[in-house]
Each structure stands twice: as structure tokens, then as C-alpha cells.
């Protein structure tokens, strides 16, 4: 147990610019789970590149120690063959193929020059008893969920004879269910022998499982802390993380709400003719001026469809119901329908389809309203750079400049830009989805104090979000959401993370 | 300023000057190998001439690739757009003020139906466009079959391929003999505004408190820019003047330009390209925009159609062969990217003529059919390979 499996000493890294890590020293025990943490940027991910020959042998300075002997990996597949399997947030498989061609995907069983399909069947059935998952093979990963996908993918490790383990945020796509799920799996495989390094913002999830967790911010190894010793607390590691202390993760409200209701939605119906299904059904909810309201429930009860429901149904599900804005029965038919109402939705994957990666950071937050800064359809690009710029310091933007391409800014900062491009537009209503997702403890009290800010100014937020503290600490009321359906509303004060649980999983 | 900091500004947009670069190297190569005849006025002249159909076929190329879309149809469209010109021209006797318009809108009409099935169902227009390339070219040969090739005697209709613009004082005048007076004096303005231009944008971001180039840069800039601007109008002036083929394509390339860079239509187009997505759920008509760029496609593919049939003064029964596959070229040449959202349409202009010039210059050298097909390709190939390696170092 005490015998060290990786030590990785005094790596250092440098990007044109930027020392991304700088005398960076990891030390991983055989046999524990170690979780690595710190804010976006502190040099995780860079980190992990190093180890698995992303960045080969001679890129970096110092040394890698796997099992006792220098290493000098110069791609993945060097690190692979020696016993180390990355998985990261995005998920390596190909939706199109099966779960046992997934899991034997690169080092396929052969019988002569063909693929040995059953051998290849009897070996994926076995990695997916160990990750004790039961499914059968057949089915295409396509038709799988996150979470049970991600169990596929380590399922897909443990065929290569895998020692040690890197999980990139691997739960920060799941529901509470898969997430216990996972942990408890990586519990039963590091009794099994396999070392695990775990990577994760969650610091409740990583107080729960880890052993031994190593703090990195700015490119350097803060600390390294022992569980068993009761090191490890939530206010510990957010001190360590940001090198200051968070009293309040949620900060306080001063403004008061009033009983205008600007957004009530009644018996909203909704049916998705491309996957044949009910995605909402009777759904009714309404939203008052100056108030936060968030919307729980286990990724897949039908938040995001609701959202994109309203904000004028891009998916082209048939919808009935009603939609009042500020008692005004509207039908909106496209997003310019709802912006024009003064609807805006921030989606939960900025990547996927929030942000034009590829546009700078002032092309990005203009997007949505570039009327208001064009006269008869010519864009006024001074303009344009002086309203990013002005919503760049009031966000407090991390961007050397707004001319910086989207696709170069940290999590946080990318999901401030997504915020910025709303609140161009003007909104009353604004719908964040997922607003912190995959961002660091310092942004994510960032986008809270705007979110307070705004409804102090009047704007209502409805904030969809499966991080349930997060859902208590920001929301004046909450609904909760299951298969389609509300099945509760709370008021914040009435609210516990327990009776929200049972309400999503009704 | 110093050496480096000139080879500084040079690397960090190595992407934009890259094909302005080699451009002129390839111009010069063609210029020592020929002895000079290559960068003559009357080949400089002729080798735009032949430029001016690809050209604008590029520039609707570069916008269809922005958006992640591409069209075959376009070649034969065009051959056989041109043939309806010839059509009405001589067998139903139409005024050419007729003809033109029509054309023009016949081809917005061709664009947007080859947009319906992309936009409305979602069909890829690579399927689409290529079920449109053998209808064009079946109604080509319908069009042509009872005639063969149609000859065109409009006198104004030739003249788009052929007719230079005219001059206000004659070329043998004893001022500057033998130059035609009007292109210097376009010449002249062309730069003027430009200088001009230049000089407000620059205010306009001092106005803002924008960082601005240093001065003496902005200088050399100016300079180097009217030296290549005179170079240009000093060697058209030398055989006819500017051609009005030459006109079309410049005023194309300005005006798609500026709706491409400075427009919020423009701005939807690249948005589109970008992540389109994210650009529906920012509001942005995807369809519409689809439906736009297809449109402006057919304009120019009819707009291209009729400069070559002017040019060839008659249709063909293969007019507009291969069109499509030349002016995807000139687009990738000119840096537009496969994945959407990338391209400049001026990128597009310096593409055809790259793809142009070593056309007229190894025709010029005689060199082999074949191996004039070899060496294409392979400035194709290490044009892409040149776009994605820079691009690789920018992030």
C-alpha cells in the first residue's frame, strides 16, 4: 500500500507565453485513490497530458517514475502499454459501434488476419461484470446513458491490463445515482489493485473517496493532504485551491422580489417526433420578477427539454399549452421569437452548442442582438469592441484581449462569455442551464454574484442545475422535475437535499 | 521599427499574406521562365479575362464551404445558363437588357432550389448539388441538342467577355502615348480611397482609444499598397485598359467582401459556419441563411455563365465543365476552411488567380496537358497543408 506506483518530479512545462507547470512534483501510492484538484487553469489537465505522452518525452523537464522505472512515454500508446489508462470528460467511444466492439476497440482479439468475435464477446462480458454492469453487450453505446457510458469506457480500460487509472471529471455529466455508482466502483476496483487518480471539481465527491488528494494551483503542487489522517475538508481544500478563504460559497442577496409574474407557463405539453417520445408532460410553472428559481432533478428528467420548449422550440417538438409573458399569451416559434420576448436560454454545453469556438470573445457576445450595434445592417465593429470590452471588466473576463479566440479561455471565463452574450440581449427572463458546470470554485461564486446582481436589477433567472447545494444556496423556490413531469415545489426554506432527492426520483 | 518587428507582424499573420506571397512568387517564376511575357500587359490582361469566371464562382464557393455546405451544380448551371442566354439572344431575338436580368434571376431561382432540400429536410448538399450537376447538364445538352453550339452576334452581350472600357481621350494622344488614360485615372482614385479609407478606420479606433499599429508601420503599409495598386493599373493601362470582365469581378469581389465583413447578414454566415447550433439557438435563422447563400450561388454561377459564353461569344453543349471543381480549388487555395466558418472572400480572388496563373503560365511555357494537371494538384495539396499547419500554430 505504501509503496509508491507513479512519482512524476519536478515537471516543469512551457506553452509560448505561459509556464503552464512549474516544478510540479506527484507522487500516486499503489492501491489508493488519489484525487487531484484545483481551479481551471491550475495545471490538471496539463499534468495528466505529460504523464500519458500527449506532450512526449523532451517537451517537458523532470522525471517520471511508473513502478520504480524512469519512463520516457512518447505518445499514449507508450503509456498504455505500461499500465496507465486516461479517460476524460469527453468520452472516447464510437456511439455507432457495439459495447464489445467499444471495449476491444484498438487491441481487438484476432484468430489469424479476422477479429475472434467471440472470443472478443466472452472478454467484454468480463470487464463488464468487473464494472458491474449489466447490459448486453450488443447494444450500440449510442443508446446508453452518461453514466453507464463512462462504465463502458472503464470497462474498456481494465481490458488493457490497466494500473492505474485517470479520471478526468468523469461525473461531472451524472446524476447522483451514476455518480454513487462510479465511486463506489472505483472503491471496489482499488480493492481489486487498481490505483486510481481522480480529477475533480465536486469537493463533496472527493472528501468522500479519496485517500490522499494533492492540491495544484498555478502551475504548481500546493500541498499534498492524507484523508486517514483528516487532513481533508471542504474549507481546507477551497483555501488551498484559490489561496484564500470562501466563507460564503453562495453570496448573500440584498433585494427583494416582487409578485409580477413575468413568465407563467400552464399545462405544457410536449412530444418529440424524432424519438417517438412524451419529453414533457402538464407541465405548469411560473416565474415572478427579481426571483431565482431553480429547477432539480436527475440529468434526463426533461429540464433542458422544458428550457428549449419555451425558448421557442428549436428541436421542433409539437407542443401544447400555454405560455404568458407578463400575462400576454405569446407563441413562439423560432429562439428570435423568444429573444424578441425577452426570453434568453444560456445552454449547458457551451462547447456543443453555446459559443462559436472558432469567433473571438466579442463576435461571441454580440451574436445574439448585432442590430443594436449596426445602422441599416452594417455592423459598427468600434462599437462592437467597446461593448465586449465593457462587458469583459464588469464580468471580469479573463481574456488578454476581446479579439482572443473563445476556443483559448478557461471553462469559467468561456461560460462568463456565454452570460455576457445574454445579457446584451436584454432578457427578463433569463435561462441558465447548468450555469457552473466543469468551472473552479472562484468562477463559480463569480457567476453566482452576477446572478445576483441581475435579479436585484429585475431580471428573473431560472437556473436548471444537478449540483442540489448549488440549487439551495442560489434559488428562492424550486421545482422539481422527473420523467417529463414537476413533481414538487418547495420553497427554499423548506427545502432539504433529501426531500429533493425523493421528489426527482418519483 | 526594426527588422523583427517586421518579421514578427509577418509570422503572426503568415495565414493572410501566405497566398498574397505565393502569389507573387509564382508570378515571378512564370515571369523569368517566360522571358518576360508573362507579367506583359496584353498576358496580364488576358490571364484576368480568364480569371473572371472562376473568380466569381469562388467567391459564392467560399461562402457555400463557410457554411459547411458545397455545390457541384454549379458548372453546368452555368454552362447552362448560358446557353438560355444564347437561347434568348438569337432564337427568341430578346434585347440583351432583357436576357441579362433574367438570367441573373434564373440563377438566384437555381440556387434557392438547391437549397430547399438542404435547408427544409436536412439532406446533404453534397447529394443534393450532385443530382443538380446531371440535371444541368442533361438540360444543357437539351438546350444545345438541335443546334450544337449557338453563336452569339449581340454585339453588347460580347462585349462583357471581351470589351474593354472605353477611354476619354484616344491611346495614340501625345500625353502618355499608348496608355489608356481612364484605367490611370480609375487607378489613381482607387488609391486615393483606399488611402482614405485607411486613414478614417484608423481615426475611428484612436477615437475609441484602440490600440492602432505604430505610425511608421501604418506608413509602410500605405506605401507598399499603392506601389501594387499603381503596378497593376500601370500594366493594365499598357495594352486596352480595364476589361470589363475585370470590372464585374472587382465590383463582385468588393461588394461580397463587404457584406461578408462588415454586415450582420455577413456576421449569420459565419456564425453558421462557426457552430450552427449555437448560432440557431442565438437566434439566427439557420435555414435562412442556408437558403441566402444558395441564392447568392446561383447569382454568381449565372453571373459566371454569362461571362464565359460572352467570352467564347456562343454556347456550348460543355459549357461549364469542370467549373465547379476549378472554383473549389481557387476556394481552398484562398484559405477557406473544410470545417466551417473560416474564409475570406478576397482569400477567394487570390485563389483563382493562383490557380489562374499557373494555368496561362504553363500554357504560356507549353507545357504538357498532363503534367499541367499534376502540378495543379499539388499546389492544391500544399495550399490545405500550408492553411491547417498554420493554423495549428495560431492556437
Excluded at chain 1, 446508453?144 to 481490458?159: D, M, N, T
Excluded at chain 1, 476556443?407 to 445579457?423: D, E, F, M, P, R
Aim: hydrophobic share 45%; with cysteine; charged share 20%.
Amino acid at each position: 500500500m505504501n509503496t509508491p506506483i507513479l512519482e512524476m518530479k519536478n515537471i516543469t512545462k512551457d506553452f509560448p507565453g505561459v509556464k503552464a507547470l512549474s516544478d510540479v512534483s506527484f507522487e500516486v501510492r499503489s492501491g489508493e485513490i488519489h484525487c487531484l484538484v484545483g481551479e481551471n487553469g491550475a495545471g490538471k489537465s496539463t499534468l495528466m497530458k505529460v504523464l500519458s505522452g500527449v506532450y512526449p518525452y523532451g517537451d517537458y523537464s523532470g522525471d517520471i517514475l511508473f513502478e520504480g522505472k524512469t519512463q520516457k512515454f512518447k505518445s499514449i500508446a507508450d503509456s498504455e502499454r505500461a499500465g496507465i489508462a486516461i479517460i476524460y470528460q469527453e468520452l472516447a467511444l464510437v456511439p455507432e459501434l457495439s459495447v464489445y466492439e467499444n471495449i476491444l476497440l484498438g487491441h481487438e482479439i484476432k484468430r489469424g488476419p479476422s477479429v475472434n468475435w467471440n472470443e472478443t464477446i466472452k472478454k467484454a462480458n468480463e470487464m463488464l461484470k468487473k464494472v458491474r454492469l449489466d447490459i448486453n453487450p450488443a447494444s450500440k453505446v449510442k443508446d446508453l446513458g452518461v453514466g453507464r457510458q463512462q462504465l463502458v469506457e472503464i470497462a474498456k480500460a481494465l481490458s488493457k491490463d490497466v494500473k492505474l487509472l485517470i479520471l478526468d471529471e468523469p461525473t461531472a455529466a451524472l446524476n447522483e445515482d451514476d455518480c454513487d455508482n462510479l465511486l463506489d466502483l472505483l472503491r471496489h476496483l482499488r480493492d481489486e489493485g487498481v490505483t486510481s487518480v481522480l480529477i475533480s471539481h465536486k469537493l463533496k465527491e472527493v472528501i468522500r473517496i479519496a485517500d490522499t488528494v494533492t492540491v495544484l494551483r498555478d502551475g504548481k503542487t500546493i500541498c499534498t493532504l492524507d484523508a486517514k489522517r483528516g487532513e481533508v475538508s471542504e474549507q481546507i481544500l477551497i483555501k488551498h485551491m484559490v489561496g484564500r478563504e470562501i466563507n460564503n460559497i453562495y453570496p448573500e442577496r440584498k433585494g427583494r422580489k416582487s409578485d409580477e409574474v413575468v413568465l407563467d407557463v400552464r399545462d405544457w405539453n410536449a412530444y418529440d417526433p424524432k424519438l417517438g417520445r412524451v419529453v414533457l408532460k402538464d407541465v405548469t410553472f411560473n416565474l415572478k420578477k427579481g426571483e431565482i428559481v431553480g429547477f432539480a432533478g436527475l440529468m434526463g428528467s426533461g429540464r433542458t427539454e422544458l428550457a428549449k420548449s419555451i425558448f421557442g422550440n428549436p428541436d421542433g417538438y409539437e407542443i401544447r399549452g400555454e405560455l404568458r409573458i407578463k400575462d400576454q399569451v405569446v407563441h413562439l416559434r423560432s429562439p428570435k421569437d423568444a429573444i424578441d420576448a425577452g426570453i434568453a436560454y444560456a445552454t449547458e454545453d457551451r462547447k456543443g452548442n453555446g459559443l462559436i469556438l472558432i469567433q473571438d470573445v466579442k463576435q461571441n457576445i454580440t451574436l445574439a442582438n448585432l442590430h443594436q450595434i449596426s445602422r441599416r445592417g452594417v455592423v459598427d465593429v468600434n462599437a462592437e469592441v467597446k461593448t465586449a470590452t465593457e462587458y469583459k471588466e464588469a464580468l471580469n473576463i479573463k481574456t488578454p484581449s476581446v479579439e482572443q479566440q473563445v476556443v483559448n479561455l478557461s471553462g469559467g471565463n468561456q461560460q462568463k462569455v456565454s452570460v455576457a452574450k445574454w445579457l446584451f440581449v436584454d432578457p427578463d427572463v433569463l435561462i441558465l442551464d447548468e450555469p457552473t458546470r466543469g468551472i473552479d470554485v472562484g468562477a463559480k461564486f463569480e457567476i453566482y454574484t452576477i446572478m445576483n446582481r441581475l435579479v436585484e436589477q429585475g431580471m428573473s433567472i431560472i437556473m436548471i442545475s444537478s449540483e442540489l447545494s448549488e440549487v439551495l444556496g442560489m434559488s428562492d423556490r424550486i421545482y422539481i422535475v422527473s420523467s417529463g413531469r414537476i413533481t414538487g415545489e418547495l420553497p427554499t426554506v423548506e427545502a432539504t437535499q433529501e426531500k429533493i432527492m425523493q421528489l426527482a426520483t418519483s | 521599427m526594426t527588422i523583427k518587428d517586421l518579421q514578427k507582424a509577418l509570422r503572426q499573420n503568415i495565414r493572410d499574406y501566405g497566398m498574397y506571397i505565393a502569389l507573387i512568387i509564382i508570378m515571378a517564376i512564370f515571369t523569368f521562365l517566360t522571358k518576360g511575357i508573362f507579367i506583359s500587359s496584353r498576358n496580364i490582361a488576358n490571364l484576368l479575362n480568364q480569371t473572371g469566371y472562376i473568380a466569381v464562382l469562388a467567391v459564392g464557393m467560399t461562402l457555400v464551404i463557410i457554411i459547411r455546405h458545397i455545390d457541384l451544380s454549379v458548372g453546368f448551371l452555368s454552362g447552362f445558363l448560358g446557353a438560355i442566354a444564347a437561347v434568348m439572344l438569337v432564337n427568341w431575338h430578346m434585347s440583351v437588357w432583357v436576357t441579362l436580368p433574367a438570367v441573373l434571376v434564373l440563377g438566384i431561382l437555381a440556387g434557392l432550389l438547391t437549397a430547399l432540400p438542404v435547408a427544409k429536410l436536412g439532406i446533404p448538399s453534397f447529394v443534393a448539388s450532385l443530382a443538380g450537376w446531371l440535371i444541368y447538364r442533361g438540360a444543357l445538352l437539351m438546350v444545345t441538342s438541335s443546334t450544337g453550339t449557338i453563336v452569339i452576334p449581340d454585339k453588347v452581350f460580347t462585349a462583357i467577355g471581351n470589351g474593354y472600357i472605353p477611354d476619354f481621350m484616344p491611346a495614340d494622344s501625345p500625353f502618355l502615348p499608348g496608355l489608356h488614360k481612364l484605367t490611370l485615372l480609375l487607378g489613381l482614385f482607387a488609391i486615393i480611397w483606399f488611402i482614405i479609407s485607411e486613414i478614417n478606420a484608423r481615426k475611428s479606433k484612436q477615437a475609441y482609444n484602440f490600440e492602432v499599429p505604430p505610425s511608421d508601420m501604418f506608413v509602410l503599409k500605405l506605401i507598399f499598397m499603392t506601389i501594387i495598386l499603381g503596378l497593376i493599373t500601370w500594366v493594365l493601362a499598357g495594352y486596352n485598359g480595364l476589361s470589363w470582365t475585370v470590372v464585374i469581378m472587382l465590383v463582385v469581389v468588393l461588394v461580397f467582401d463587404y457584406i461578408a465583413k462588415q454586415t450582420v447578414v455577413g456576421r449569420h454566415i459565419y456564425a453558421v459556419g462557426g457552430n450552427p447550433e449555437a448560432a440557431e439557438l442565438s437566434g439566427i435563422s439557420v435555414k435562412k441563411v442556408t437558403f441566402m447563400v444558395f441564392g447568392a450561388m446561383g447569382f454568381l454561377t449565372a453571373l459566371s455563365g454569362i461571362l464565359f459564353a460572352s467570352r467564347l461569344q456562343s454556347a456550348t453543349p460543355t459549357g461549364g465543365t469542370l467549373f465547379e471543381l476549378d472554383c473549389i480549388a481557387a476556394a481552398y487555395i484562398g484559405g477557406v476552411s473544410a470545417a466551417g466558418g473560416v474564409g475570406k472572400i478576397t482569400g477567394s480572388l487570390i485563389g483563382a488567380l493562383v490557380y489562374m496563373s499557373l494555368m496561362n503560365g504553363m500554357n504560356l511555357l507549353g507545357t504538357d496537358i498532363s503534367l499541367q494537371y499534376v502540378i495543379r494538384g499539388a499546389v492544391l495539396a500544399v495550399a490545405v497543408i500550408f492553411d491547417v499547419t498554420t493554423r495549428k500554430v495560431r492556437r
